[in-house]
């Protein structure tokens, strides 16, 4: 369903915590963008790990296939597939294949890596996975033209004649979109191609304000290679939960974030602790996390609005299990409900029809009452009472 403003969705990593049924894991990243579907969200962005324990799913193209099947409306992505990975020509197959099946809802989502850990289980130098992207980005997007066979040689991969064996369902091909942290690199890969971007370090501290200054980088560089940059096709990813009111949201939360950021984060991946002696509410004050009631979530979002100045094409909640299942489920109905209509335009209508009806309540309905006596009356029938009309026509709540 197109949406009028802002897009949402979730940017699935997985997160799960090691020491649980991982089959039970997986079916419920499936459970949930199901859910996502009824609920009417945008987008699921879906991710590629192959260590550490918590990040369980190995190839998206998997996971979207299987959703694709399950689901009516919600567009799938990967999030992202780590080119360095993979033989560029194989992912263009495949996604290609992903965009037939799914009718034009795939996207490719494109990084260089996100742990490190998997670069060495693979034998990839850290420092060469961001030029590797970028060799990768270039061969894809020339598959994609499909104007001539490709020829490209690299120290890692080479493609002589090469083509697509299918075109693609979408014109001119499925969108593809960039993964952005805190450093340029993401940004000058989307503005390479003029492609979107998800902006993942916008949830670090420092990172709404970074925004603008990162939008930049990509106009810039797009303008350089002959391309523009569309913000639709902007998204911000952010650590979002909702509940009832903020207090709520945070007892919800709070011991499930803390859970997840020491034991993995810290402890596993090696990021310094934080220093905040409350982080999860500093990082609510800050801004780089949205948890609360739906009123302080649809401020926090504003607020991500004007840091871009300019405007974002959407936000994706990174889908986390720092809440039981049900509280999960829940917040991101809360969302669906009560937050995403304020930004995509169809409160307006019904807010505005409501009050030109209370404005105008005596005009407008004033002659009900007389109409519905004449109905009777007309036809030779006894009216009823006053008092009995007027409940029975404007739907008064009593006992009759």
Known sequence: MAHRGLKFGVFLAPFHRPGENPTLALDRDVELV???DHLG???????????????????PELIIAAVAEKTKHIRLGSGVTSLPYHHPFMVAQRWVQLDHMTRGRA??????????????????????????????????????????????KTDWFEM???????????????????ASTITPFGMIAAGRHGVGVLSIGAGLPGGPEALATQWKIAEDTAAKHGKTMD??????????????????????????????????????????????DDP??????????????????????????????????????RANEWANREQTLKSFEL???YVAPVFQGSLDPIIASNTWARDNRKDVFGNTLEAVKRAFTDFGAAAPDEEVIRARTLGARRDL
């Open 34 to 36: 199901q859910w996502l």
């Open 231 to 276: 913000r639709k096709k902007w998204r911000v990813v952010m650590n979002v939960h909702v509940a009832e009111d903020d207090e709520e949201a945070l007892r919800q939360v709070v011991k499930g974030e803390r859970h997840e950021t020491t034991t993995y984060f810290e402890e596993t991946l090696g990021r310094p602790p934080g220093r905040a």
């Open 107 to 152: 996207m490719l989502g494109c990084g260089p890596g996100a742990l490190t850990s998997d670069a060495y289980m693979l034998g990839i130098s850290p420092e060469t996975q961001r030029p590797r992207m970028l060799e990768a980005m270039d061969a894809i997007m020339a598959l994609l033209r499909m104007e001539e066979p490709v020829t490209i």
């Open 41 to 59: 969200f945008d987008e699921a962005w879906i991710g590629e790990h192959h260590s550490a324990g918590w990040e369980l799913i190995a190839l």
């Open 160 to 178: 002589r004649d090469a083509r697509l064996h299918m075109a693609p369902w979408s014109d001119p091909h499925f969108e593809i979109a960039v």
């Open 335 to 337: 969302f669906a409900r």
């Open 280 to 317: 999860l509410r500093e990082g609510v004050k800050m801004g780089t996390t949205l948890v609360g009631s739906p009123e302080t979530v649809i401020k926090g979002i504003q607020r991500l609005q004007g840091y871009s100045q300019g405007g974002i094409g959407g936000v994706l909640i």
